[in-house]
């Protein structure tokens, strides 16, 4: 069973172009996360979404941030006229279905943006 | 989620046990007590979770104190590969569904 799968696993860009970093969640999950890890920082929550919907996103930044888990294929994850201090991991997590109380998070190996 | 306190790093040695604490006095009744650990540049990983009870897996046990206001994830013998960021974190069973990271414990195992 192929767990959670990120790609670019590595993404350059200069600023004011545009990142796509996508999410495949492993097989039969149907809800997805995404964190961010600033240099030096720790990990935090962006959004979250189930298939078409998105459930939470407290955690986006209001401009230049947008994600989606159509129906089909992976979750997008994409930054709008990049900056440097968007240079970062960004973490992928899938889960299985709604919290309950034994339900895990099962993360990606993550992308590195870096932006010239 | 409520919030938890873990020292910023210990240090221990090859083939010993390991105690890492959390402290979460404000801990509900609903709220389960999670660990993740993140290993040198790669994604967070799930280590084990509980509510009131003491739980093992294969890879740590974690003793839950009689109050829930503190916690221990036990390493029984830690190798080379258990250094990482450990992370203690508390998840309503109602509650969002995101994960809430702290700064977590660096632990780091000596040869």
């Known amino acids: 069973n192929a767990g959670v799968m990120q790609n670019p696993r590595h993404l350059v860009r200069r600023r004011g172009q545009e990142a796509r970093l996508r999410c495949s969640p492993m097989k039969g999950h149907s809800h997805v996360y995404w964190y961010r890890q600033l240099p030096e920082e720790g990990l935090k929550f962006m959004v979250y979404?189930?298939?078409?919907?998105?459930?939470?996103e407290s955690g986006m930044p209001k401009e230049r941030f947008s994600a989606e888990f159509p129906k089909e294929g992976p979750s997008i994850l994409r930054i709008q006229q990049v900056v440097r201090g968007d240079s970062a991991a960004y973490f992928c997590a899938s889960s299985p279905r709604r919290r309950s109380f034994g339900d895990t998070q099962y993360f990606g190996p993550g992308t590195r943006l870096t932006v010239l | 989620d409520a919030k938890t306190t873990q020292p910023n790093s210990m240090e221990s040695n090859e083939e010993e046990p390991v105690h890492l604490p959390c402290n979460h006095s404000t801990i509900s009744g609903t709220d389960y007590i999670h660990w993740y650990r993140q290993l040198p540049s790669q994604g967070p990983e799930y280590v084990i979770h509980g509510l009131t009870s003491n739980v093992n897996n294969r890879m740590a046990s974690l003793a839950i104190a009689e109050d829930r206001k503190s916690s221990t994830l036990i390493l029984h013998r830690a190798t080379l590969r258990d250094a990482a960021v450990y992370y203690c974190?508390?998840?309503?069973?109602?509650?969002?569904?995101?994960?809430?990271f702290g700064q977590g414990t660096r632990l780091t195992i000596n040869p």
């Open positions: 974190i508390l998840r309503d069973v109602e509650g969002a569904q995101k994960l809430v």
């Open positions: 979404l189930q298939k078409e919907n998105i459930i939470d």
